[in-house]
């Protein structure tokens, strides 16, 4: 039986589980990613419970209405991760400024500068972003949902050609570099998430709409198939400059995907292996050869784990 070492660093405790060795305790995430983050309203009355009067809470993701942990409540909580957040996390909105904002729940906090929104006549809020309304917070609501989707109307090949694809470009690669120099200086002994994206069932329902990419799967195949080509030349560039930026400063690569409900999968894992997985394994077959001692954990449903085997 191997010795466990008494005391690890959070980045040694994170790194020993990932590589299925026995850390000293079991790693601890606070709000280290997009998927387990915590909403700034909850956020802002753990602050308060535990009598942490100090700061004021950012939201980095506005869909989800996500606090940025601060040193204080990650230290309170032990957690062994930091997040290396996108320049554009969700909706084109960078988080780069800031400006001073009032939450759902009427608490202070700190926007993304370029966050604006207008209420209708429901009171709902709408945001916009060049001119078209592309989310919507209904009125008393606490997150935002997708309002509208760019390839809602797509037939063809020609649509998909036009369609913009999100491409890394000099600011975010800056942004990203400088970010992560900091969190090394700043967060020294912890494991540094980087948030990469990366996703392919996930980026054709937020393209698409739910229903129009599910009808299109079955309506259309070779369509979606096209599309999920040209994502993954997009994804493998970017996945190119993200690792040349920020490679030698991250501990994990996040690449998740919306694969299902609380109640299953959206897809039959018959479609999952034609579709959707040839296209997520050329993304990580490319982390795997630039760093073959890496490991990797698949987006997980349970009923398409036996096709990750």
Same mark, same amino acid.
């Given at each position: 039986m191997k010795e466990v070492k008494i005391f690890m660093t959070h980045r040694e405790r994170v790194l020993a589980a990932l590589n299925h060795r026995?850390?000293?305790?079991?790693?601890?995430?606070?709000?280290?990613?997009?998927?387990?983050?915590?909403?700034?309203?909850?956020?802002?009355? =753990? $602050?308060?419970?535990? *009598?942490? /009067?100090?700061? !004021? #809470?950012?939201?980095?993701?506005?869909?989800? &209405?996500?606090?940025?942990?601060?040193?204080?409540?990650?230290?309170?909580?032990?957690?062994?991760?930091?997040?290396?957040?996108?320049?554009?996390?969700?909706?084109?909105?960078?988080?780069?400024?800031?400006?001073?904002?009032?939450?759902?729940?009427?608490?202070?906090?700190?926007?993304?500068?370029?966050?604006?929104? =207008? $209420?209708?006549?429901? *009171?709902? /809020?709408?945001? !916009? #972003?060049?001119?078209?309304?592309?989310?919507? &917070?209904?009125?008393?609501?606490?997150?935002?949902?997708?309002?509208?989707?760019?390839?809602?109307?797509?037939?063809?090949?020609?649509?998909?050609?036009?369609?913009?694809?999100?491409?890394?470009?000099?600011?975010?690669?800056?942004?990203?570099?400088?970010?992560?120099?900091?969190?090394?200086?700043?967060?020294?002994?912890y494991a540094v998430l980087g948030e990469f994206g990366g996703t392919i069932f996930e980026e054709g329902l937020f393209t698409f709409g739910l229903e129009k990419y599910l009808t299109l799967l079955i309506r259309k195949p070779k369509l979606i198939q096209y599309f999920n080509e040209k994502l993954v030349e997009v994804h493998l560039e970017n996945l190119k400059n993200y690792l040349a930026a920020v490679g030698d400063y991250i501990d994990i690569i996040r690449m998740g995907d919306d694969l299902g409900t609380q109640n299953g999968p959206y897809i039959s894992p018959k479609h999952y292996r034609k579709y959707i997985k040839p296209y997520q394994k050329a993304i990580y077959d490319e982390v795997h050869r630039i760093n073959p001692r890496g490991q990797s954990l698949p987006p997980f449903m349970w009923e398409y784990t036996p096709l990750h085997t």
């Open positions: 026995e850390p000293d305790r079991v790693p601890i995430d606070f709000g280290a990613m997009r998927s387990t983050g915590i909403h700034a309203c909850t956020y802002v009355e =753990v $602050k308060k419970y535990l *009598g942490m /009067k100090h700061g !004021i #809470v950012k939201v980095y993701d506005i869909m989800q &209405m996500l606090a940025e942990p601060e040193r204080e409540v990650i230290e309170y909580f032990k957690a062994d991760i930091v997040q290396l957040h996108r320049l554009r996390p969700v909706f084109g909105i960078p988080i780069d400024r800031w400006k001073e904002g009032v939450l759902p729940n009427g608490e202070k906090c700190l926007y993304p500068k370029e966050f604006n929104y =207008v $209420k209708n006549k429901k *009171g709902d /809020k709408e945001l !916009i #972003v060049n001119g078209r309304v592309v989310a919507r &917070m209904p009125k008393n609501g606490h997150w935002f949902d997708f309002a509208s989707f760019p390839l809602a109307d797509a037939e063809s090949e020609k649509d998909i050609d036009a369609h913009k694809f999100d491409k890394f470009d000099e600011q975010e690669l800056s942004f990203i570099k400088n970010q992560a120099e900091k969190l090394k200086k700043d967060y020294p002994d």
